[in-house]
Nanobody, 124 residues
Framework: QVQLVESGGGLVQAGGSLRLSCAAS????????MGWYRQVPGNQRELVAR??????NYADSVKGRFTISRDNAKKTVSLQMNSLKPEDTAVYYC???????????????????WGQGTLVTVSS
């Protein structure tokens, strides 16, 4: 089974920084885009940043403050978050788009995979 495991969340003061990391595991042959989404109570899950062959994409609210990066060899994606604001407080989810992976007893197929989420809290 393909899994994404996030790490790096925590509590920081406004203006501080955090770095989130996400590692993909499983019998993975390829991954297209990877990204980070976030969700707060009462809101829809929203795109924070995405990275693929075509480049990167950021939510307007984080442009200039967050940077997404990827290590294909390690099958990881990271999100460097600087100048954090209280409104950045959310559960952050790692996402992998069109993961081509094998499962026991079955031919490889495509998966869209979400991590369990990691909580980022920014205090004012």
């Amino acid at each position: 089974q393909v899994q994404l495991v996030e790490s790096g969340g925590g509590l920081v003061q406004a203006g501080g920084s955090l770095r989130l990391s996400c590692a993909a595991s499983g019998s993975i042959f390829s991954i297209n885009d990877m990204g980070w989404y976030r969700q707060v109570p009462g809101n829809q899950r929203e795109l924070v940043a995405r990275i693929g062959v075509g480049g990167t994409n950021y939510a307007d609210s984080v442009k200039g403050r967050f940077t997404i990066s990827r290590d294909n060899a390690k099958k990881t994606v990271s999100l460097q978050m600087n100048s954090l604001k209280p409104e950045d407080t959310a559960v952050y989810y790692c996402y992998a788009d069109r993961v081509f992976a094998g499962t026991p007893g079955q031919a490889p197929r495509f998966f869209d995979v979400w991590g369990q989420g990691t909580l980022v809290t920014v205090s004012s």
